[in-house]
């Protein structure tokens, strides 16, 4: 599937929303990534939750149980997502952030693709696998650095505990300025486009629903249903990657037309 062509799927009033919008939110998991060869959470074959579930790594008791283990799987994602390049979905995203005048791309994603697209500004709502932090005191550390040091178990730090990947584990609280930050823009967007997300975690998938509440317009980007999907005002079941530049051009045009 290469160019997808959306001209008959927009309504006019739809047409007249992407025409008149000016606050907008593009809220992406791991399904913008997919393009880029990571694997999923769930779902596809390659899902990585069917290698391991959730509880048995993802989680700070499964790193104070199996730390090695749990520091090795993390390893593993940053060097492929280190390896993986930016896709035609991440690029569409950062030409959106040019066609309204306030943009917002609120992410769920650890595998810091959008900034190496070229995004500015992206909020993170589940850490970076970039960086590493000690899980005793906080302290910070570039994660290529922490693996330089130790790429088989967790480094320690001088406080004596141990480092662990920066994302936000199942049971943890998400940071919450930029948790505030994603839900106020969510709730006064007049736009929300929901991407390669099964929008089946919390507090991050409440962005949703939050927005269509608030009056936006709600586009989901995802080959697949989800819950969510009888709130859009328009599926597009592509890949990102294909979905993407084809609402750009959509947009594009809309917003060409005289008002
Ligand atoms: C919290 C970071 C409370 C690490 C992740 C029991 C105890 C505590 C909490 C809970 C509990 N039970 C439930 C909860 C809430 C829990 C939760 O939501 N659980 C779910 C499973 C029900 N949430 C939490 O625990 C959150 N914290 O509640 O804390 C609290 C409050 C105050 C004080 C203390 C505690 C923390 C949640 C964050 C967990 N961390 N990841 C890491 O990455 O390893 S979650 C993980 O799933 C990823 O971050 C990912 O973002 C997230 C969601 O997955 P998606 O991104 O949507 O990816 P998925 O594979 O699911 O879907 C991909 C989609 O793409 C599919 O729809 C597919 O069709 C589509 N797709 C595929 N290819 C393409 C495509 N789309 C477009 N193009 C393509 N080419
Ligand atoms: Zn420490």
């Excluded at 520091?71 to 040019?98: C, I, K």
């Excluded at 269509?212 to 317009?217: K, Q």
């Amino acid at each position: 599937m290469d160019d997808l062509d959306l001209s008959a799927d927009l309504t006019p009033p739809l047409r007249r929303r992407l025409r008149a919008a000016r606050r907008v939110v593009a809220f992406t998991g791991a399904g913008v990534s997919q393009e880029s060869g990571l694997a999923t959470f769930r779902g596809g074959r390659e899902a990585l939750w069917q290698r391991a579930r959730p509880e048995e790594l993802a989680t700070p008791e499964a790193f104070v149980r199996q730390p090695r283990q749990v520091w090795q799987w993390y390893a593993d994602r940053h060097r492929t997502a280190a390896a993986a390049a930016p896709n035609p979905a991440h690029h569409a995203l950062v030409r959106f952030a040019g066609l309204f005048p306030s943009f917002l791309l609120v992410t769920q994603n650890v595998d810091g693709l959008h900034q190496r697209a070229g995004s500015r500004d992206v909020l993170e709502l589940h850490g970076t696998l970039r960086a590493a932090r000690c899980h005793a005191c906080g302290r910070r550390m570039e994660m290529h650095e922490a693996l330089r040091r130790s790429p088989d178990e967790p480094p320690a730090c001088a406080c004596g505990g141990l480092f662990r990947p920066a994302v936000v584990w199942f049971g943890e609280a998400l940071p919450a300025a930029v948790l505030e930050r994603a839900m106020a823009a969510a709730a006064r967007a007049d736009l929300l486009l929901a991407v390669g997300t099964s929008a089946s975690v919390f507090p991050a998938a409440g962005l949703i629903e939050l927005a269509h509440r608030g009056g936006a317009a709600v586009i989901e980007v995802n080959p697949r249903p989800t819950a969510f999907s009888a709130l859009a005002d328009l599926r597009i079941t592509a890949p990102a990657g294909v979905g993407l530049p084809a609402l750009e051009e959509e947009v594009r045009r809309c917003r060409r037309a005289p008002s």
